[in-house]
């Protein structure tokens, strides 16, 4: 299949994947790293440019995971870099929370001006999307003064523990951690692709939370992705945002919106929820904002970030280094990157669409953007189900230069850096598919 191809760039495995010098790395790194990393294959990375990686045996791969959603501007962005090395030559660290820096007020500014809604906004920073969810909860918690949280099945907000307790995406998560943060309760989340088999989370919250066990006085906050991402790349039904909204409205409740995964420019608008029309009271970023530099925030309605200086802080949240490579990565996605992503996004669902007509394995195609899934079947006549499906097609595609990643039960996810390329999406479902029909045949 990849033979009509040949003009374009592929992927080039020069040795055994993994190579000699990725063994010996791996055999001197297992004794002496966590095993809770998954690392599902053998990958090495020595350095990364654009949409393609090399490994340290020189094997060139194709990535379509950015290193979960993280590199928007693809790898080492030469505007990123160069920001990167201008702002490390000048200044590395001084604690934001103590001092003041051009930087940090620059990106405080853009975050507030694209935020969604017409809302006057303030930010906070962080490091880490899991941090932005901390900072989300306890302001949340002192804003309102009320205790409660309420989060949705299949929903993945992060590892430390308070944001722990918000993720129901995987019982191996959360097993062996608790007891979870208290004051916490989950709901379903509704797809848009399954109507059918929808249980009504707004009225499931009315009548079996609010009338039953919790009044709705007592919670502070609706903690929700707009697309759930870990959880399968779930698109709710049209009216869900706008419905929880005014939920939310009804009973002094604040809408914290994780776009962790979906913001910055994702799903070709600069936030998920913008999809939607409506204005969280507490936006949670990180991931995509700065090219694959550690930073987080939140971005909170002026009135809501109403917390008395000490109340919260973190020595590292806007690094200097950080914020100059998230302003590079907002210049580059209002030039127009998330134009250019809401068009690659339709020509991948165009393939996959395509893909899914031809295979029989594909359950389902769905996202918004470049966050899209294909969702598999299980295979009777081998007893694989879905999930060994799945895993055994994102094995054989990194044998071919390929590298993707699961997401929800069965689903693989797509979410390449944004600057890809008509012709990278034509190499990777070539990809894909030759080793869809290998994974097929029972190989």
Request: glycine letters at 8%.
């Amino acid at each position: 299949m990849l033979n009509s191809l040949e003009r374009m760039r592929r992927p080039a495995l020069r040795t055994e994947v993994p190579g000699p010098k990725a063994q010996r790395i791996i055999a001197a790194e297992d004794p002496v790293i966590s095993p809770s990393y998954t690392r599902d294959v053998p990958l090495v990375v020595q350095r990364g440019q654009g949409l393609w990686l090399e490994d340290v045996d020189g094997n060139e791969f194709l990535d379509f995971t950015a290193g979960i959603a993280v590199c928007a501007a693809g790898h080492c962005h030469p505007h990123v870099v160069a920001a990167i090395k201008k702002q490390s030559s000048e200044l590395l660290h001084m604690c934001g929370a103590d001092y003041r820096y051009p930087v940090m007020s620059e990106l405080a500014q853009a975050l507030a001006r694209i935020a969604p809604g017409a809302t006057p906004k303030r930010v906070f920073f962080a490091n880490s999307g899991a941090e932005s969810i901390e900072a989300a909860i306890k302001l949340a918690r002192f804003h309102t003064k009320r205790p409660h949280i309420i989060a949705f099945w299949g929903a993945f907000h992060g590892r430390t523990m308070g944001a722990l307790s918000l993720t129901g995406s995987k019982v191996r998560q959360r097993e062996g951690f608790g007891p979870m943060l208290g004051e916490v309760s989950h709901v379903p989340y509704p797809s848009a692709s399954t109507p059918t088999d929808n249980v009504d989370p707004i009225r499931w919250i009315e009548e079996n939370l609010f009338k039953r066990t919790l009044p709705a006085d007592r919670v502070a906050a609706i903690v929700v992705e707009p697309i759930q991402g870990e959880g399968g790349y779930i698109v709710p039904p049209e009216d869900f945002h706008q419905r929880l909204r005014s939920l939310c409205d009804r009973h002094g409740i604040l809408l914290v919106m994780d776009e962790i995964q979906s913001g910055m420019g994702r799903t070709g608008r600069m936030f998920a929820i913008e999809h939607w029309d409506v204005e969280p009271d507490i936006v949670c970023l990180a991931k995509g904002i700065a090219s694959g530099m550690p930073l987080g925030a939140i971005v909170a309605k002026r009135d809501v970030m109403d917390w008395p200086p000490g109340a919260h802080a973190s020595t590292f949240g806007g690094n200097p280094v950080a914020c100059a490579a998230a302003l590079a990565t907002i210049e580059l996605l209002e030039a127009d990157l998330v134009e250019h992503a809401r068009e690659m996004g339709e020509e991948l669902r165009r393939s996959l669409d395509g893909l899914a007509l031809r295979r029989s394995l594909i359950r389902e195609v769905r996202g918004k953007g470049l966050m899209l899934a294909l969702d598999l079947f299980g295979d009777p006549e081998t007893g694989r189900n879905a999930a060994e499906v799945r895993d055994q097609l994102v094995r054989r595609a990194f044998e071919r230069g390929l590298v993707i990643l699961g997401c929800g039960e069965s689903a693989i996810r797509f979410c390449p850096p944004l600057t890809v390329s008509r012709d990278e999406i034509t190499v990777a479902m070539a990809i894909l598919e030759d080793a869809m029909i290998e994974v097929e045949k029972g190989e």
